[in-house]
């Protein structure tokens, strides 16, 4: 059996490189995905690569410049199919034979768009995203980014939107009829981040602000797995990163230290083939 | 009796609709790319809107796609509609730029098809395809 580890990050427009290194190096990292990352890919890639050429850049085909993803495999195995300013669509072939599609994404932000705006763009990028699945016949497909929702937000729950549900066996049933229209589920397992039974965080997104409602921490980051994939998904290995293995990414009161390195706290998880 | 006919006359919009554009200029890329690159409208309805994707394509990189912008517009009116797209290369806003009329929409695709952002993606699709 072989073993994907993914990491994504939205590292808020700092060069984070040291971060970044120490992370893929002590978690193994195969695939990385950025969003806002300001540093050039050579730079990064040079930096990765101290021990030697172990992973390839960016696929040079791909115009979204609002995401990064760095291999360990080369770059013609993970083509890029469709993108736009703010998603890249990807075709993922395994040396094993095995193939996927990836979705890396970064959704509007709260600051700049309405409930209202974000759950219409909802609709929009699933749309887009099921188009592509049927286009390529193909339904085995990870979703992950900054969707600047939480996994609750009508966006990501709705039918017409992401569909997204908390319960793997849900998903498993894979798809459920409304109003004659079929709409299939994407298994969203970042439910299960909330909270601070065995971390010392509650999400990946830390932001308090003066109104009566106000969660405080936010799961914007996460994963959504369609259901022939779920069997792909290690279920225990879905972690918010809160070290990068020599420093915390924390402050005192272990919220993102957003000063120092990102608002946004990076998202691991491992795929077996 | 003799059964009338009883329905109005219905005036014919003499212009075309934003779809119709759209896919003329999609044609016009081709021709301007000597066919190594075309353009792809993607229709799709959101509540009571009509939602038009306009996509560069690479035939040769696989039907790679690219999406340039969108518009939106009422499914019973074509104007007013928005356009949406991102001016400048790392832009954090999508700018929406409301159109009245089919010159003005017309106006808006020369802006957004001149753009330094489009114009740089048109080029490297291009020419990654003429490498292949």
């Known amino acids: 059996m072989s073993f994907l580890n993914v990491l994504f990050w939205n590292v808020h427009k700092k060069d984070l490189t040291t971060q970044i290194v120490n992370i893929v190096h002590s978690r193994d990292i195969d695939i990385l995905i950025l969003a806002e990352n300001p540093v050039s890919q050579i730079h990064l890639l040079q930096a990765l690569n101290v021990k030697g050429p172990y992973y390839f850049l960016n696929h040079p085909l791909s115009q979204c410049k609002k995401i990064t993803i760095l291999t360990k495999f080369h770059y013609t195995s993970i083509v890029p199919i469709e993108e736009g300013d703010r998603l890249t669509v990807r075709h993922i072939n395994l040396p094993t034979g095995e193939d996927f599609l990836l979705t890396a994404l970064h959704m509007v932000d709260k600051s700049n768009f309405n409930s209202e705006s974000q759950n219409e763009a909802a609709s929009l990028v699933a749309d887009q995203l099921s188009k592509v699945e049927n286009r390529l016949q193909i339904n085995r497909h990870i979703v992950i980014g900054d969707f600047n929702m939480n996994p609750f937000e009508i966006g990501m729950i709705k039918a017409n939107g992401f569909h997204g549900t908390m319960s793997s066996e849900v998903a498993r049933k894979g798809s459920r009829m409304v109003q004659q229209r079929e709409y299939p589920y994407f298994y969203n397992p970042t439910w299960s981040l909330f909270g601070d039974l065995n971390k010392a965080v509650s999400g990946t997104y830390y932001y308090q602000h003066a109104e009566h409602v106000c969660y405080e921490w936010n799961v914007f980051d996460q994963v959504l797995i369609r259901p022939d994939m779920i069997n792909n998904f290690v279920k225990d290995s879905l972690e918010i990163i809160q070290t990068d293995g020599v420093t915390s990414l924390l402050t005192r009161r272990n919220v993102p230290n957003k000063k120092t390195f990102s608002d946004h706290l990076p998202l691991f998880f491992r795929l077996k083939f | ?132």
Do not use: C
């Not at chain 2, 109005?8 to 779809?19: H, L, Q, R, V, W």
């Not at chain 2, 518009?71 to 806003?93: A, C, M, Q, R, T």
């Open chain 2, 1 to 132: 009796m003799e059964m009338q006919n009883l329905w109005p006359d219905f005036a014919i919009e003499p212009t075309k609709s934003p779809k119709a554009i759209l896919k003329e200029q999609a044609g016009y890329l081709m021709a301007k790319t000597n066919n190594v690159l075309s353009a792809d409208v993607d229709t799709s309805t959101y509540q009571n809107n009509l939602i038009h994707k306009f996509y560069v394509v690479a035939p040769a990189m696989n039907n790679y796609r690219f999406e340039v912008f969108y518009i939106v517009h009422k499914i019973i009116n074509f104007y007013p509609l928005s356009i949406y797209w991102y001016p400048e290369e790392n832009d954090p806003y999508k700018e929406s730029i409301e159109i009245n009329s089919d010159e003005e929409l017309i106006n808006a695709l020369r802006k957004i098809f001149n753009a330094p952002t489009t114009v740089k993606i048109i080029s490297s699709l291009l020419s990654q395809s003429l490498a292949e």
